[in-house]
């Protein structure tokens, strides 16, 4: 039962990697199959073909030794590849295969970084790493610490629930605050939604979140940020977070950090960057001034499964003073009993929401130490100067209508039908994008810009495979007006 | 700059595998040189020495192409080995090689779940493996729904949240609650402490959490369930959720399910189980009977990188009724807009309490086709049959104390020394366990048993290792009275 070959055998331990290698090619081979057999970004057919097809598989009877090699070639097969330059659609990156062979290390060893005995060097290296990416970020390293988290909705929470806490005092007992505490929380009406959803979460309510005006750029208006706190005062209300976005997830589009840090500063409340995009910009000379202001957040929120090439998760909570983490100490007796930390044994535990924690670090550690932060910077610089093309093409095709210059590495277009009404443009859009889906042809994005009525929605390129060339893209484009044209023809034949 | 050997080549697309299979090589040469290099289940030395090997490797300046293979041999080289016969400290357990394998296909693909355009074969298959996992706990298949989580304590804040939620109607402020209305959460007082941290996060405070008393075999006691959902509702309090839980961390130990669904039921609150432990058992038809009465859970809680073999994460939060998610759906203009949904689009956004996600399902369904039911059962019941080895030979040992008869996989036990004074032993059993660690000798878990002032420490072994023999688990126990020895003789010579 314990051989290699057999199907207990386990990937830890003096015969792991032999155990390994033979299912790896299996992988592998999967892999690759699946990939041909899609021959393009996506697969044609949509979700009813791809559950029928999944479940073919699956309900194959009796277990076997195939079953990995099978369902690899169907998760690849049925796989929105981000490798391929026609998908485009997510701040979902196609991975380096280095970091990938790091994460298969962690899978095979199985760390857990809830205490050092199940984790002597992951807890070491993370450690290490997140002292870089804090002097990356220009926070102090030996003050600062973080965390690891599954991205930025993870990271965000923390942020909010740290603020929460030092705000109202260590101990939150919401249901018995007295009237005239009640947290708020201001974020600009373009800041992610895991805002709204962690203020839910933590017992505040969606409407603790008071939404900030942006400028016709997306970036959040100071002075308007200004006003709605003295608002929430004047209401009796304590207004404990500003979240500003550096990047937002639809147009990349960068608060003006500084003015937040001086008005939070002058308010008492914490300032929390969200920088699950814009943060990769950091490792790029040319980029990251943009970024200028970021070093004076309490916290900080950074994915490096976006702009960073890791796959999922790789996102990353930092605090510039590790004393912002006091609510979240905790003592278990089976995994940081007080003598063993007075021995010298370190515990990670207080520093994340989880307890089981898989090291998401040594991915991003091999990376930097393979590529370098110059390495990385070069990616970003490409993804942005696709990016820049791709809003030049858009300008030079009249069929297509842009939104201005992009940021990073998202542009936001639109296919312009003959009818002038917005919501046959609306329907245009979203059809013509489902069409692409349908047909394997691309993944492209889709998004609402603010306002209210008809007329918002926006296709969206989400520029992130640094191996596109500038002619994918000129392709990709082509084909959204080809399609355009055709289901604009399908609606105008039957409205 | 993108040969396949380039560092910055993918994984994905057409080049991905042969781009990843020379760096797989040098993940696999790596962790083999560093499982020879520690010999044993960990390296000597402790945390200082291995922070200073970290920083050795990661201060080497220039990056290069040999990062990956020296990193990971020095992942391994620093790894507390589940693998390993003499690492059995925690619920942390030793990976089947083919769901390595498997984790190794997601992460090459990067399938993201929080929309289907990025994840469409992996959307299709979270929701079949879902509903066999539903089945599995008795569930109705077709009316249940849950998330793959990054572990129980996500899972059991999730179940929490919800419980919360419904209770307290749909948008949430604590703050404005009328008095009378406290939220109150019940649970035994060996309970995970994740549930202490939930109640923290969510609002409610620790102390919304009321611990209810065990009986000596560690179970909650339901007659002081009642009691305390009594007292509470004196006080003026809503007990929202009861937390059963099935394997408590330390010792395995199983709450009378029944009991505790039918109080629940009566007062009409949320019976979350968390079987994050014990769920693996549903797998075995010998200990399943022990989980009689989850199917009549609200919500549960199941891991399998503990009773599973995955690496982490492979948590699962399972809901009997799907509408009892309704406090988290949300609706994303750029993830899952109405007309998409209209259109046949599914969207498993409002499962998760995160945005971007991993398809975890992926290797565990890999693992079940290959394995089967039977086969996982089988390595529950090798376990477990550790296990009760374990107990036996702890009891014939005279230099040792056991503690009960194991439930599902875990043995308490400690050194006795000469000297009766309970703190005497408690020092003794800190210690051994520490210089079984510094010495490379082995990795035994540690706990505290309920109840005040010393004579509380105790050690604890978790064997999920299928592979390790009776014999290894002798050879162990005599390491323990091995350095019990030393160490006593070592503190009586210099007290």
Sequence with gaps: MTGPGAPQALSGGRSGPAALR?????????????????????????????????????????PDSTALRRLTELLAYGAADPADPACAAHLHCPPLAVAVAADLAVSALNPSQDSWDQAPAATALETELLAELAALVGFPPAAAAGVLTSGGTESNLMGLMLARDRVLGGAVELDGLPAGRRPRILASAAAHFSVQRAAALLGLGERAVLTVPVDRDQRMDADALAAARAGAVRAGETPVAVVATAGTTDTGAIDPLHRCADLARR???????????????????????????????????????????????????????????????????????????????PSLLGYSLRTTRRPDAFKLAVTLRTLGRAGLGALVDACHDLARHAAAAVRAEPALEGQGEPVLTTVLLRYRPADPDPAAADLVNAELRRQLLRTGTAVVGRTEIPGDGPGRVRLKLTLLNPHTTPADVDRLLAEIVRHGREVEFRYSAHP
Aim: no cysteine; charged share 20%.
């Design 22 to 62: 033979p299912l790896l090619d299996e992988a592998l081979a999967g892999l690759d199959a699946g990939a041909r057999l899609r021959g393009g970004p996506i697969a044609p057919g949509g979700p009813g073909e791809t559950t029928r097809q999944v479940r073919q598989v699956l309900d194959d009877p009796a």
């Design 267 to 345: 308010y008492g409340a914490r300032l929390h960057v969200d920088a699950a995009y814009g943060g990769g910009a950091l490792f790029s000379g040319r980029l990251a001034p943009l970024l200028d202001g970021i070093a004076r957040a309490d916290s900080v929120s950074l994915d490096f499964h976006k702009l960073g090439w890791q796959p999922a998760a790789a996102g990353v909570f930092l605090v510039r003073h590790r004393e912002s983490y006091a609510s979240l100490a905790r003592r278990a007796a089976y995994l940081n009993p007080a003598d063993d930390e007075q021995a010298g044994y």
